[in-house]
């Protein structure tokens, strides 16, 4: 079955950077776009943003543009997150996930968890 295994969580001070990991098994990673959504305690799951299946198309949203990036390695089945001037409303935990886009409603990231996420705590 489809696996997600998210690393590389921690605790960051608030404008430090930290690099995510998810490492994909039991799918064909290359076949899909995937990106990453988050859970803070006590509030809704949110979709951060995602990235194609080739790589050369991304979306993020507003609270995170600028300052996260998705990039993937098809050839290892991982996919990253680049998160630079994190802020204490970052954090959360992290998961990968598959995303879907259509021209009528754009990107959205499919908001089930294949894996057990990453906790990202920023201090102030």
């Known amino acids: 079955q489809v696996q997600l295994q998210e690393s590389g969580g921690g605790l960051v001070q608030a404008g430090g950077s930290l690099t995510l990991s998810c490492t994909a098994s039991g799918m064909r990673f290359d076949d899909y776009d995937v990106g990453w959504f988050r859970q803070a305690p006590g509030k809704e799951r949110e979709g951060v943003g995602c990235?194609?299946?080739?790589?050369?198309?991304?979306y993020y949203i507003p609270s995170v543009k600028g300052r996260f990036t998705i990039s993937r390695d098809n050839a290892k089945n991982t996919l990253y997150l680049q998160m630079n001037n994190v802020k204490p409303e970052d954090t959360a935990t992290y998961y990968c996930?598959?995303?879907?886009?259509?021209?009528?409603?754009?990107?959205?990231?499919?908001?089930?968890?294949y894996g057990q996420g990453t906790q990202v705590t920023v201090g102030q």
């Open positions: 996930a598959k995303c879907t886009y259509t021209p009528a409603s754009g990107w959205k990231v499919t908001l089930d968890n």
């Open positions: 990235l194609s299946w080739g790589g050369s198309s991304t």
